[in-house]
């Protein structure tokens, strides 16, 4: 199946730092989601980006579907966005959303 | 919108006993789908429905799991009887997608069920 890779697997930050967040996808996608989970538990949608370029506030995301890989943006990092967040794609011609072992995010103030 | 909605939040029982959790996905959304969080295994799909039919259920750990959908607005997942290895959070998401035409939609999830097994 899909294989989903993500890096860094941790990350700290001074709080008002900026980072990037890649996630590697090993076939053709027709769905791919980032997800923050929050310390809660809650799976919260960042981006729905199968290809091309989204922004929302201070996080953007990129995809680039022929080369298989995207990357999240965080910029003026707050405390609110320390937690895990998930790359999640699905492989053209199957139904399941696989996910990647996520890239853990602490900010500090 | 409520959201996907997810009951119990968090359930603690004995192990040997019967665990049923329950989710209301978002209204009008065709495709339903149960996930298994742990530290271990990460978020993994256990089963997923499409239109309230079970379309690929390999995910499903042992014959102990059981998911039924009996209508469009309504799912249940169960366990019994229970282990402790079955420890997780339990993620419903929710989905409008067409099975056929192969188009990738945006899935939403719900809050989850946090379930300890003793």
């Known amino acids: 199946g899909i294989q989903v890779e993500q890096s860094p697997p941790d990350l700290i930050l001074q709080e008002g730092a900026n980072s990037t967040l890649r996630c590697n996808f090993s076939?053709?996608?027709?769905?791919l989601q980032w997800f923050h989970q929050n310390p809660w538990g809650q799976l919260i949608n960042l981006f729905y980006?199968?290809?091309g370029t989204k922004q929302n506030g201070r996080l953007s995301a990129t995809t680039v579907a022929t080369e298989r890989y995207s990357l999240l943006y965080i910029s003026s990092s707050q405390t609110t966005d320390s937690g895990v967040y998930f790359c999640a794609v699905k492989n053209t011609g199957f139904q399941k959303l696989v996910f990647g072992t996520g890239t853990r995010l602490l900010v500090s103030p | 919108d409520a959201g996907v909605i997810q009951s119990p939040r968090h359930e603690v029982t004995e192990m040997g006993q019967e665990v049923t959790l329950r989710c209301k996905p978002i209204?009008?959304?065709?495709?339903l789908f149960w996930y298994r969080q742990t530290m271990m295994r990460g978020l993994e799909l256990l089963i997923y429905?499409?239109?309230?039919?079970?379309?690929?259920d390999s995910g499903m750990p042992e014959d102990r799991f059981s998911a039924k959908m009996p209508n469009a607005s309504f799912s249940t997942l169960k366990i019994q009887p229970s282990e402790p290895r079955d420890s997780a959070v339990y993620f419903c998401?929710?989905?409008?997608?067409?099975?056929?035409?192969?188009?990738?939609?945006?899935?939403?999830f719900g809050p989850g069920t946090r379930l300890t097994v003793t």
């Open positions: 209204s009008g959304h065709n495709s």
């Open positions: 076939d053709s996608v027709n769905n």
């Open positions: 429905f499409n239109n309230n039919v079970p379309i690929d």
């Open positions: 980006i199968p290809s």
């Open positions: 998401a929710s989905s409008s997608q067409t099975l056929l035409r192969d188009r990738g939609s945006e899935q939403y």
